[in-house]
Protein backbone atom coordinates (compact mmCIF):
# COMPACT_ATOMS: atom_id res chain seq x y z
CA UNK A 1 0.00 0.00 0.00
CA UNK A 2 0.36 3.78 -0.18
CA UNK A 3 1.76 5.76 3.16
CA UNK A 4 2.47 9.39 3.08
CA UNK A 5 2.53 11.03 7.13
CA UNK A 6 2.28 14.38 8.06
CA UNK A 7 1.62 16.41 10.87
CA UNK A 8 -1.92 16.93 11.71
CA UNK A 9 -1.89 20.39 12.70
CA UNK A 10 0.73 23.69 12.80
CA UNK A 11 0.12 26.77 14.19
CA UNK A 12 2.25 30.08 13.85
CA UNK A 13 1.76 33.71 13.66
CA UNK A 14 1.65 36.36 11.19
CA UNK A 15 5.22 37.00 9.27
CA UNK A 16 7.06 33.72 10.85
CA UNK A 17 8.02 30.64 8.90
CA UNK A 18 6.40 27.23 9.06
CA UNK A 19 8.33 24.01 7.79
CA UNK A 20 5.24 21.05 6.75
CA UNK A 21 6.76 17.77 6.50
CA UNK A 22 5.83 14.64 4.78
CA UNK A 23 7.64 11.35 4.28
CA UNK A 24 6.38 8.54 1.87
CA UNK A 25 6.08 4.57 1.67
CA UNK A 26 5.09 3.76 -1.75
CA UNK A 27 5.34 1.41 -4.54
CA UNK A 28 6.94 3.22 -7.15
CA UNK A 29 8.01 7.42 -6.74
CA UNK A 30 7.88 9.79 -9.72
CA UNK A 31 7.57 13.14 -7.66
CA UNK A 32 6.04 14.79 -4.93
CA UNK A 33 3.50 18.01 -5.15
CA UNK A 34 2.07 20.20 -2.69
CA UNK A 35 -2.15 21.03 -2.27
CA UNK A 36 -3.70 23.89 -0.28
CA UNK A 37 -7.61 23.68 0.50
CA UNK A 38 -9.50 26.45 2.31
CA UNK A 39 -12.69 24.99 4.59
CA UNK A 40 -15.14 24.41 2.48
CA UNK A 41 -12.91 24.71 -0.97
CA UNK A 42 -11.60 22.18 -3.78
CA UNK A 43 -7.66 21.51 -3.39
CA UNK A 44 -5.42 24.23 -5.59
CA UNK A 45 -2.03 23.23 -6.70
CA UNK A 46 1.11 24.92 -5.00
CA UNK A 47 4.44 23.43 -5.82
CA UNK A 48 5.73 19.80 -7.19
CA UNK A 49 9.36 18.65 -6.72
CA UNK A 50 10.35 15.61 -9.55
CA UNK A 51 14.23 15.83 -8.20
CA UNK A 52 16.26 16.25 -5.53
CA UNK A 53 16.63 19.76 -3.79
CA UNK A 54 14.70 23.42 -3.14
CA UNK A 55 11.66 24.46 -5.70
CA UNK A 56 11.14 28.18 -4.57
CA UNK A 57 7.68 29.92 -5.61
CA UNK A 58 7.28 33.29 -4.27
CA UNK A 59 6.94 32.70 -0.22
CA UNK A 60 6.43 28.96 -0.79
CA UNK A 61 9.19 26.75 -1.10
CA UNK A 62 9.43 23.01 -0.88
CA UNK A 63 12.24 20.65 -0.83
CA UNK A 64 12.48 16.70 -1.58
CA UNK A 65 15.01 14.16 -0.84
CA UNK A 66 14.41 10.89 -2.76
CA UNK A 67 16.91 9.07 -0.70
CA UNK A 68 15.37 9.68 2.37
CA UNK A 69 11.29 9.57 1.18
CA UNK A 70 11.18 12.96 2.34
CA UNK A 71 9.89 16.44 1.53
CA UNK A 72 8.68 19.48 3.20
CA UNK A 73 6.77 21.96 2.38
CA UNK A 74 8.06 25.81 3.84
CA UNK A 75 6.17 28.81 4.08
CA UNK A 76 7.40 32.52 4.93
CA UNK A 77 6.14 35.36 5.80
CA UNK A 78 2.91 34.17 6.88
CA UNK A 79 -0.48 35.65 6.33
CA UNK A 80 -3.99 35.12 7.79
CA UNK A 81 -4.87 34.43 4.29
CA UNK A 82 -2.67 30.71 4.87
CA UNK A 83 -4.56 29.50 7.14
CA UNK A 84 -5.93 25.98 5.53
CA UNK A 85 -5.10 22.63 4.62
CA UNK A 86 -1.89 21.34 3.11
CA UNK A 87 -1.48 17.82 1.24
CA UNK A 88 1.51 16.35 -0.10
CA UNK A 89 0.59 13.88 -2.93
CA UNK A 90 2.52 11.63 -4.56
CA UNK A 91 2.73 10.52 -8.14
CA UNK A 92 3.23 6.63 -8.42
CA UNK A 93 3.56 4.63 -11.79
CA UNK A 94 1.66 2.32 -12.78
CA UNK A 95 2.86 0.10 -16.24
CA UNK A 96 3.80 2.93 -18.55
CA UNK A 97 2.08 5.32 -17.04
CA UNK A 98 1.93 8.17 -14.21
CA UNK A 99 -1.56 7.12 -13.33
CA UNK A 100 -2.31 7.04 -9.31
CA UNK A 101 -2.28 10.10 -7.25
CA UNK A 102 -2.39 9.85 -3.74
CA UNK A 103 -2.09 12.19 -1.29
CA UNK A 104 -1.57 12.31 2.84
CA UNK A 105 -4.44 13.19 5.49
CA UNK A 106 -3.13 16.82 5.53
CA UNK A 107 -1.94 19.49 8.07
CA UNK A 108 -4.09 22.02 9.48
CA UNK A 109 -2.23 25.11 9.46
CA UNK A 110 -3.80 28.03 11.53
CA UNK A 111 -1.93 31.57 11.65
CA UNK A 112 -2.71 33.99 14.15
CA UNK A 113 -2.33 37.89 14.31
CA UNK B 1 -13.03 27.55 -19.91
CA UNK B 2 -14.81 26.16 -17.20
CA UNK B 3 -11.99 23.87 -15.85
CA UNK B 4 -13.19 20.62 -13.71
CA UNK B 5 -17.30 20.94 -13.38
CA UNK B 6 -18.54 18.37 -10.81
CA UNK B 7 -22.63 18.24 -10.73
CA UNK B 8 -24.44 18.25 -8.52
CA UNK B 9 -22.86 20.42 -6.01
CA UNK B 10 -24.85 18.65 -3.04
CA UNK B 11 -27.19 15.27 -3.06
CA UNK B 12 -29.22 13.60 -0.04
CA UNK B 13 -29.84 9.60 -0.82
CA UNK B 14 -31.61 7.49 0.99
CA UNK B 15 -29.86 4.08 1.61
CA UNK B 16 -29.85 1.71 -1.23
CA UNK B 17 -30.43 4.19 -3.78
CA UNK B 18 -27.83 4.99 -6.60
CA UNK B 19 -26.74 7.93 -7.93
CA UNK B 20 -24.58 9.12 -10.48
CA UNK B 21 -21.99 12.00 -9.71
CA UNK B 22 -20.93 14.05 -12.61
CA UNK B 23 -17.24 14.96 -13.87
CA UNK B 24 -16.71 16.85 -17.20
CA UNK B 25 -12.60 18.71 -18.09
CA UNK B 26 -12.41 21.26 -20.84
CA UNK B 27 -8.81 20.92 -20.91
CA UNK B 28 -7.98 18.14 -22.72
CA UNK B 29 -6.35 16.15 -20.21
CA UNK B 30 -5.73 12.27 -20.27
CA UNK B 31 -5.77 11.46 -16.39
CA UNK B 32 -8.73 11.82 -14.36
CA UNK B 33 -9.45 11.12 -10.67
CA UNK B 34 -11.89 10.58 -8.23
CA UNK B 35 -11.61 11.06 -4.23
CA UNK B 36 -13.66 10.84 -1.47
CA UNK B 37 -12.64 13.47 1.66
CA UNK B 38 -13.93 12.61 4.91
CA UNK B 39 -14.38 15.13 7.37
CA UNK B 40 -10.81 16.29 8.91
CA UNK B 41 -9.24 13.69 6.81
CA UNK B 42 -7.07 13.24 3.19
CA UNK B 43 -8.43 12.77 -0.04
CA UNK B 44 -8.90 8.75 -0.68
CA UNK B 45 -8.17 7.95 -4.41
CA UNK B 46 -11.52 5.82 -5.55
CA UNK B 47 -10.93 5.22 -9.49
CA UNK B 48 -8.54 7.27 -11.96
CA UNK B 49 -8.39 7.19 -15.42
CA UNK B 50 -4.99 7.37 -17.91
CA UNK B 51 -7.62 7.98 -21.04
CA UNK B 52 -10.98 6.76 -23.05
CA UNK B 53 -12.20 4.06 -22.25
CA UNK B 54 -9.22 3.54 -19.65
CA UNK B 55 -9.48 3.58 -15.64
CA UNK B 56 -8.30 1.86 -13.12
CA UNK B 57 -9.09 1.23 -9.03
CA UNK B 58 -7.66 3.17 -6.13
CA UNK B 59 -7.22 3.07 -2.84
CA UNK B 60 -11.30 2.53 -1.72
CA UNK B 61 -13.25 1.50 -4.71
CA UNK B 62 -15.43 -0.89 -3.52
CA UNK B 63 -19.17 0.56 -3.95
CA UNK B 64 -18.47 2.78 -6.80
CA UNK B 65 -18.08 2.12 -10.48
CA UNK B 66 -16.70 4.49 -13.47
CA UNK B 67 -16.85 4.73 -16.95
CA UNK B 68 -14.97 6.65 -19.21
CA UNK B 69 -16.14 6.52 -22.87
CA UNK B 70 -14.73 10.37 -23.91
CA UNK B 71 -11.77 12.35 -22.86
CA UNK B 72 -14.40 15.03 -21.36
CA UNK B 73 -16.30 12.79 -18.93
CA UNK B 74 -15.78 10.23 -15.85
CA UNK B 75 -18.80 9.76 -14.12
CA UNK B 76 -18.71 8.07 -10.77
CA UNK B 77 -21.46 5.41 -10.09
CA UNK B 78 -22.66 4.33 -6.84
CA UNK B 79 -25.23 1.42 -6.94
CA UNK B 80 -26.69 1.18 -3.50
CA UNK B 81 -25.36 4.18 -1.43
CA UNK B 82 -24.78 3.68 2.33
CA UNK B 83 -24.38 6.17 5.20
CA UNK B 84 -20.35 4.93 5.03
CA UNK B 85 -20.65 7.02 1.15
CA UNK B 86 -21.24 10.22 3.11
CA UNK B 87 -18.10 12.21 2.22
CA UNK B 88 -16.96 14.95 0.00
CA UNK B 89 -16.17 13.37 -3.34
CA UNK B 90 -13.84 15.88 -5.52
CA UNK B 91 -13.12 14.82 -9.58
CA UNK B 92 -9.63 16.16 -10.22
CA UNK B 93 -8.24 16.26 -14.13
CA UNK B 94 -4.23 16.65 -15.12
CA UNK B 95 -2.04 16.10 -18.42
CA UNK B 96 0.94 13.96 -17.77
CA UNK B 97 3.88 16.29 -16.12
CA UNK B 98 1.47 18.88 -14.98
CA UNK B 99 -0.50 20.01 -12.03
CA UNK B 100 -4.05 18.16 -11.02
CA UNK B 101 -6.92 20.80 -11.26
CA UNK B 102 -10.07 19.89 -9.13
CA UNK B 103 -13.76 20.49 -9.49
CA UNK B 104 -15.74 22.18 -6.38
CA UNK B 105 -16.97 18.54 -5.05
CA UNK B 106 -20.44 17.00 -4.47
CA UNK B 107 -21.46 16.72 -0.81
CA UNK B 108 -22.95 13.48 0.00
CA UNK B 109 -25.10 12.37 2.36
CA UNK B 110 -26.98 9.13 2.53
CA UNK B 111 -29.64 8.49 5.40
Redesign the interface.
Known amino acids: GQSLEQPSEVTAVEGAIVQINCTYQTSGFYGLSWYQQHDGGAPTFLSYNGLDGLEETGRFSSFLSRSDSYGYLLLQELQMKDSASYFCAVRVPRGSTLGRLYFGRGTQLTVWP | NAGVTQTPKFRILKIGQSMTLQCTQDMNHN ?1 M ?1 W ?1 RQDPG ?5 IY ?1 S ?1 GAGIT ?1 K ?2 VPNGYNVSRSTTEDFPLRLELAAPSQTSVY ?1 C ?1 S ?1 K ?2 T ?7 TRLTVV
Open positions: YYYMGLKLYVDGEFAKENEAFFGQG
